[in-house]
């Protein structure tokens, strides 16, 4: 379990990397919008947003089974795991958002620009924030159609990024079932993956630094009482 232990605080760390170079140069989302170099984020994004995610998660599920030390390398021991980590995870995104009840970074400039508090954008329905967002342009008129749609798609909180706790959950269960000496070629990509979404995340306006950097925190807290859980339960079945 130590070694375990090591891997998941090396995955989060690394994971960590975007939202703590973005705090350390001072950068900051400023509604700039750069439709050719944002769009391929755009995409990044998508590979997480509904129902793409779903198909991410298969072709994540395939490549962790094939390449899942000897220990747990069973179908449905894969199967457990990635459900109760990465379903559960989102879960409790689901429920300290509403908790916290951050605005989005673009909510709070498209607030600023209607001379309006974030308060008073969440006090509507999702039919009416939506509609509020389609007013974008008339502030923004760079701002790309499928940027716009996008924040149309998410108009909820922003604290903590589910975005970011679906990359985290994934690449810890990685870190935890993988041998580093082995499959580093998997590793990297995965991790190439999930940098690409998180950077994404602040790129479009959608989440602060902070909320990365506890998806990640939190994630990988869970996601050691997965695995510790599960160690313990296998060492009971095996005596």
Same mark, same amino acid.
């Given at each position: !379990?130590?070694?375990?232990?090591?891997?998941?605080?090396?995955?989060?760390? #690394?994971?960590?990397?975007?939202?703590?170079?973005?705090?350390?140069? =001072?950068?900051? &989302?400023?509604?700039?919008?750069?439709?050719?170099?944002?769009? @391929?984020?755009?995409?990044?994004?998508?590979?997480?947003?509904?129902?793409?995610?779903?198909?991410? /998660?298969?072709?994540?599920?395939?490549?962790?089974?094939?390449?899942?030390?000897?220990?747990?390398?069973?179908?449905?021991?894969?199967?457990? #795991?990635?459900?109760?980590?990465?379903?559960?995870?989102? =879960?409790?995104?689901?429920?300290?958002?509403?908790?916290?009840?951050? @605005?989005?970074?673009?909510?709070?400039?498209? !607030?600023? +620009?209607?001379? +309006?508090?974030?308060?008073?954008?969440?006090?509507?329905?999702?039919?009416?924030?939506? +509609?509020?967002?389609?007013?974008? +342009?008339?502030? &923004?008129?760079?701002? @790309?159609?499928?940027?716009?749609?996008?924040?149309?798609?998410?108009?909820?909180?922003?604290?903590? /990024? =589910?975005?970011?706790?679906?990359?985290?959950?994934?690449?810890?269960?990685?870190? =935890?079932?993988?041998?580093?000496?082995?499959?580093? @070629?998997?590793?990297?990509?995965?991790?190439?993956?999930?940098?690409?979404? !998180? &950077?994404?995340?602040?790129?479009?306006? !959608?989440?602060?630094?902070?909320?990365?950097?506890?998806?990640?925190?939190?994630?990988?807290?869970?996601?050691?009482?997965?695995?510790?859980?599960?160690?313990?339960?296998?060492?009971?079945?095996?005596?």
């Amino acid at each position: !379990m130590a070694k375990q232990l090591q891997n998941l605080t090396i995955g989060a760390l #690394l994971l960590l990397l975007p939202a703590l170079l973005t705090l350390l140069y =001072g950068w900051h &989302w400023t509604g700039q919008f750069r439709t050719l170099s944002a769009y @391929p984020f755009y995409l990044f994004t998508q590979t997480v947003t509904r129902p793409w995610g779903i198909i991410t /998660s298969i072709i994540l599920a395939y490549l962790l089974y094939r390449h899942a030390q000897s220990s747990v390398r069973k179908l449905w021991v894969v199967l457990l #795991l990635s459900v109760v980590v990465v379903w559960g995870g989102q =879960g409790i995104k689901s429920l300290l958002k509403p908790y916290f009840a951050e @605005p989005r970074p673009y909510v709070v400039a498209l !607030m600023e +620009q209607m001379h +309006q508090a974030p308060d008073f954008f969440y006090q509507h329905t999702k039919l009416a924030r939506q +509609q509020l967002v389609s007013q974008a +342009q008339v502030f &923004w008129p760079s701002l @790309p159609d499928w940027q716009q749609r996008h924040w149309q798609h998410e108009t909820g909180y922003s604290f903590p /990024s =589910g975005h970011s706790f679906f990359v985290a959950s994934w690449l810890l269960l990685f870190y =935890g079932l993988l041998s580093f000496r082995k499959s580093w @070629p998997v590793l990297i990509l995965v991790t190439l993956w999930a940098w690409a979404v !998180m &950077w994404s995340r602040m790129l479009l306006g !959608m989440h602060w630094p902070r909320d990365l950097i506890a998806s990640v925190v939190i994630a990988w807290g869970f996601t050691l009482v997965v695995l510790v859980v599960y160690n313990v339960l296998s060492r009971r079945r095996s005596v």
